[in-house]
């Protein structure tokens, strides 16, 4: 046993390149998982090394300095040391015993750069397993690292550079294995069908280990990703596996400017798409902006109606900058203006969407909704409600607060929407005959006309 200043819980995965240990820390106090790698010949100078046992008066750990016997404690047999030692049944007397005393190495084994790889602290999950697959790169090698939580999530997370001054963390990917939480209880890789079996409580999930797909349309968007199995061919971004007959753009997921990896990163690339979003006064709305990479930061620029110059949207007051967007609460004349969200990655940044808010009196509101019930309640014995198209109001566009006025609008459109479906009813149901002719079926190879006997 190797004496280590860790948990006593851990988790090692024997396939993997290098010596990569899980290790938690199951604690009311404090909670957590991290992740070490440790280097091969520190443990095996640590087991070349000298012995740990206890001694003195007090009983305290020490270094063992006297005779080890021959073969040394913790050697395979062979026929190297004694062609007579064929099983450790044909160890000495002697060789056994010191084994049962002295069963600690005294020499500690530290993790490269002497701390771990990956932290997660303070989260509602602790890592239960580990699965790591090498991808070699023009760069140089990447680890990923697939980790599998306690709550049925599983974390995809690239580490690169071990040989340098510091490793480097690149977090991919988190997929929820099912839509009910349940504990990962193990992992396997299927390298041949690039595949993840994932095994849980609720069953068995197949995974794919890439999804390049979801990383963007552009060559900026793929290799901001930095996920060292996809790659822009020049037309997508696919995987390294598909694409070795092309010549890929993301050659290095260690830089984060796409301008010098991409040929065709300012040529090309598609505008930001413009959104109108109407809001009503004193209510809230929601711009919705998601960043295509983890390691994307979102940061909102704000050009009001009455001015040029643009502003930085702090996460203050009414605004609240979320994961997926931005809530702005207390909707005033103020807030008016282009909205533009854009996606920062180191020295890199682009646009990802802009939005054209419009905002809408509480007053014009309330007299468009008190109308509208007015005609609703005037012509619904007739069957006939004032359309909503006819006002050039898009309904789907506001942000709505609960309220009297809001619920006769809504009810104006339920019913609307039955009246809809009770007149289509009723012609169809005037036609019953023509809607159900059969038709006549032919058995292959027979012709349209009868032939009698010869």
């Not at 404090?30 to 740990?52: E, T």
């Not at 359309?387 to 506001?398: A, N």
């Not at 005037?430 to 292959?444: D, F």
Request: net charge positive.
């Amino acid at each position: 046993m190797i004496r280590q200043n860790c948990t006593k819980k851990y988790l090692l995965d024997q396939y993997a390149p290098s010596p990569y240990i899980v290790l938690f820390f199951p604690s009311g106090i404090f909670s957590g998982s991290a992740v070490c790698v440790y280097s091969l010949a520190a443990i095996r100078a640590a087991f070349n090394g000298p012995f740990a046992h206890k001694e003195g008066f007090d009983y305290q750990w020490a270094e063992y300095k006297g005779r080890i016997p021959y073969p040394r404690p913790g050697t395979c047999p062979s026929e190297t040391y004694d062609p007579f030692l064929q099983s450790t049944k044909d160890f000495p007397d002697e060789v056994i015993s010191f084994m049962r005393t002295h069963h600690l190495m005294w020499d500690p084994i530290y993790p490269l750069h002497r701390k771990p790889v990956l932290i997660r602290v303070n989260v509602p999950f602790s890592i239960r397993h580990l699965l790591v697959d090498r991808v070699e790169t023009e760069a140089g090698h990447v680890d990923v690292l697939f980790l599998g939580t306690d709550e049925g999530k599983v974390l995809k997370v690239g580490i690169s550079n071990l040989e340098g001054q510091g490793s480097q963390e690149i977090s991919l990917e988190e997929i929820q294995v099912s839509k009910v939480p349940s504990a990962v209880l193990d992992m396997q890789f299927s390298l041949k069908r690039q595949e993840l079996l994932v095994s849980t409580a609720k069953g068995l999930v197949q995974l794919s280990m890439y999804h390049c797909e979801l990383y963007g349309k552009t060559c900026a968007d793929c290799c901001l990703a930095r996920d060292p199995y996809c790659t822009w061919d020049g037309k997508s971004c696919r995987a390294v596996l598909l694409t070795k007959k092309r010549r890929a753009q993301c050659p290095n997921v260690l830089k984060t400017n796409p301008i010098n990896q991409c040929l065709d990163a300012t040529k090309g690339t598609p505008m930001a798409e413009e959104k109108v979003i109407f809001g009503v006064q004193n209510n809230s709305t929601f711009l919705e902006c998601h960043p295509l990479s983890p390691q994307t930061k979102i940061r909102w620029l704000l050009q009001r109606s009455n001015t040029i110059a643009l502003e930085e949207v702090e996460n203050t007051g009414r605004f609240s900058i979320l994961e997926q967007g931005l809530l702005i609460n207390q909707l005033t004349q103020q807030d008016a203006g282009l909205y533009q969200c854009q996606g920062m990655d180191s020295s890199f940044s682009q646009t990802l969407t802009y939005y054209k808010l419009r905002i809408i009196g509480q007053q014009a509101m309330e007299a468009v909704t008190s109308r509208l019930g007015k005609n609703a309640e005037t012509k619904g014995n007739h069957h006939s409600v004032t359309p909503v198209s006819g006002l050039q109001l898009p309904y789907k566009g506001y942000s709505w607060a609960s309220g009297t006025n809001l619920v006769e609008f809504c009810n104006a459109l339920q019913q609307r929407k039955r009246l809809r479906q009770k007149v289509w009813t009723s012609r169809w149901q005037q036609h019953p005959s023509e809607s159900k002719k059969g038709r006549v079926r032919r058995q292959p190879g027979s012709s349209g006309r009868e032939e009698g006997p010869v």
